[in-house]
């Protein structure tokens, strides 16, 4: 049985987004996943990020908890999914698997993947505004909506319209 790593060049994610760094093979009957884990090489530093083995998943570096993780129950399915990117993530990963075989020798291979993370393209904000010329009786309640989109962050401000066509702050957030 011939065990391979399968995995692509390069994956590019966008700041606060996912992605999923890809790391497969076709398990086999006489091999046995010993150990599996992901390193970070990055300003020509290597660290250990994921480790998975018999005491099961460990994230290493703090940084990464909560934002990693591997597929259980999934034979043959090691891909990195990482969450909530951030630009310091960038980098090369290296994905590396051992097996033991019947045989008790151990088969070690691994699979490098660049990531980049790139800030989304900056978008003009559209703003949709609920309807005009709403009329409320004194003393009703009512509520105004409006909605924004585009790139973050995004923030809002409430103005109510004064004499000489000044403008009062309502609210900000």
Known sequence: ALLDLSGVHQVTGTWMGSTTVP???????????????????????????????????????????????VPKNSPGNASLLIENLEMPDSGHYTCQVIWRSTDNSFITREVTTTVEVVKVAATKPIIRAGELGLTVPAGANTSLTCEASGSPPISYRWFRGAPAGRAVLLSRG
């Open 23 to 69: 790391c497969t093979y076709v398990p086999s009957e006489d091999f046995t996943q010993q150990t599996l884990s992901w390193s970070l090489e990055r300003d020509s530093s290597i660290s250990t990020i994921f480790r998975r083995d018999d005491s099961g998943d460990h994230i290493m570096l703090s940084k990464f908890r909560g934002r990693v993780s």
